[in-house]
């Protein structure tokens, strides 16, 4: 859990009993007046609504973007299993949270349909090539590349770190498409909502990776402001 300002920061695993109580227990215990997610709103709604990836997707996010996301909810659908938890379960329930306490709700991410079609846009097929080695090379050798770590709980930072140094390497169109493109609209759209809302407790709900870059940025966008203020800031 980090903070800055007015805002806490939980990150999460998507398939993590422990983040599943983490967020819960926060929400309950503190009330915060706004809870941010790291979702839009056709996500959420397929969270409430179990929707899988369709054919009828592809028109919108293109072929690699397709493919991406068939993989992406293969994986988290079968480790889900292992946990007995679906894939989104903490955000479901930080969002059933905010109904039943009458808390704002604020969708900070950007629209899934965006996210992916830059996606299928800008992958390179060097990286695509490198993605089915790497599926393969883990299938044969049973050999992970990411240090194991108990699913039912958020990854440790270390585990975080060297998972996103090895995107970083292997696939950098996805680490710039999929991360950090998608941190400083999440930190901007926080960033918004603080300015906002100054004297109010905020609480985003995002994944464990992302978690750090945002509160960088967040504190970035402070200080260019700062440091350039606006014509009606100043005196």
């Not at 800055?4 to 309950?28: A, D, K, P, R, W």
């Amino acid at each position: 859990m980090l903070s800055y300002n007015n805002i806490v920061l939980i990150g999460t695993s998507h398939i993590s009993i422990e983040s599943i109580q983490e967020v819960t227990s926060y929400i309950n215990k503190n009330k915060p007046a706004i809870i941010a997610l790291e979702l839009d709103k056709p996500r959420l709604h397929a969270l409430f609504h179990k929707q899988k990836p369709s054919i009828h997707d592809l028109r919108h996010i293109g072929i690699k973007g397709f493919l991406i996301t068939l993989i992406g909810h293969y994986i988290e659908s079968k480790l889900g299993k292992l946990v007995g938890v679906s894939p989104g379960d903490e955000m479901k329930a930080a969002a059933l949270l905010a109904k039943q306490h009458k808390l704002k709700l604020a969708l900070i991410d950007q629209p899934i349909n965006i996210t992916l079609k830059k996606l299928s846009k800008q992958l390179t097929k060097k990286e695509i090539f490198r993605f089915f080695i790497d599926i393969l090379t883990s299938i044969i050798t049973r050999k992970p590349k990411i240090q194991p770590f108990d699913l039912k709980k958020t990854p440790p930072k270390a585990v975080i770190n060297q998972l996103l140094s090895h995107v970083k390497a292997r696939y950098p169109t996805i680490y710039k498409v999929l991360l950090q493109e998608r941190n400083a609209i999440m930190a901007k759209n926080l960033y918004t909502l603080a300015t906002k809302y100054p004297q109010t407790s905020i609480l985003a709900i995002m994944g464990a990776g992302h978690q750090e870059d945002v509160i960088k940025t967040l504190k970035r966008i402070q200080d260019s402001n700062n440091n350039n203020p606006s014509p009606h800031n100043s005196i």
